[in-house]
């Protein structure tokens, strides 16, 4: 079984503050992704990476930076926490090639920005 | 660019109640679709998933036929559980290339009650 797992459940932070969010798999899959969710807003893709040290911009992606230094990682950056950044973030991993296209969520990141 | 549309609900059924959830896409070519399920707290899971035309996806007592006539991959269950209660993601992946990218619609919550 894939497993993907997340830093933290929930996590509190006050604006301003740099946050991390950290994803691993432990599938060597070559592609991760970082995802938001929003009630009325479904999931939307902030960045994603394709191999380690490689990464493109998803579809919200201000306010977000994105490190992969190791195939297993993938870590989220809020530089400068905004209130508009409490969410939930979800990370998600896929293997290469296109006959694999499921992608394999983590249990999610519930952020509190006050 | 590729969209998905699902009824917003939310829908509320008795347990043992027919389902269906209608997922409509837009995307050239034939891309992968996909039904998730977020149980409350957790993150998603893939559900079922259908690669080409006319292909059904099943799992759990859910199908989805991959309509390319009608661009639609709806759910159905013919008795639903009260362990369905959940949120279901209509998804689709382009075919070919190295978009890797999965579109997913805004999720419809489902109660079921006993």
């Known amino acids: 079984d894939v497993k993907v797992t997340q830093s933290s459940r929930y996590l509190v932070k006050r604006t301003g503050e740099k946050v991390f969010l950290e994803c691993v798999q432990d599938?060597?899959?070559?592609?991760m992704f970082w995802y938001r969710q929003d009630p009325g807003l479904g999931l939307r893709l902030i960045y994603f990476?394709?191999?380690?040290?490689?990464?493109e911009k998803g579809d919200i992606p201000e306010g977000y930076s994105v490190s992969r230094e190791k195939k297993e990682r993938f870590s989220l950056i809020l530089e400068s926490a905004s209130t508009n950044q409490t969410s939930m973030y979800l990370c998600?991993?896929?293997?290469?090639?296109?006959?694999?296209?499921?992608?394999?969520f983590g249990p999610g990141t519930r952020l509190l920005v006050l | 660019g590729n969209s998905v549309t699902q009824m917003e609900g939310p829908v509320t059924l008795s347990e043992e109640a027919f389902l269906t959830i209608n997922c409509t896409y837009t995307?050239?070519?034939?891309?992968?679709l996909f039904w998730y399920v977020q149980y409350p707290g957790e993150g998603l899971q893939l559900l079922l998933k259908?690669?080409?035309?006319?292909d059904k996806g099943s799992n759990k007592g859910f199908e989805a036929t991959y309509r390319k006539e009608t661009t639609s991959f709806h759910l159905e269950k013919g008795s639903v559980q009260v362990s369905d209660s959940a949120v279901y993601f209509c998804?689709?992946?382009?075919?070919?290339?190295?978009?890797?990218?999965?579109?997913f619609g805004k999720g419809t919550l489902l109660t079921v009650n006993p």
């Open positions: 998804a689709l992946t382009p075919s070919g290339g190295s978009n890797y990218k999965l579109t």
């Open positions: 995307a050239t070519g034939y891309p992968s």
């Open positions: 599938m060597d899959h070559e592609n």
């Open positions: 998600a991993t896929r293997g290469g090639g296109a006959s694999q296209e499921t992608q394999y």
């Open positions: 259908a690669t080409k035309a006319d």
């Open positions: 990476s394709y191999d380690v040290k490689m990464k």
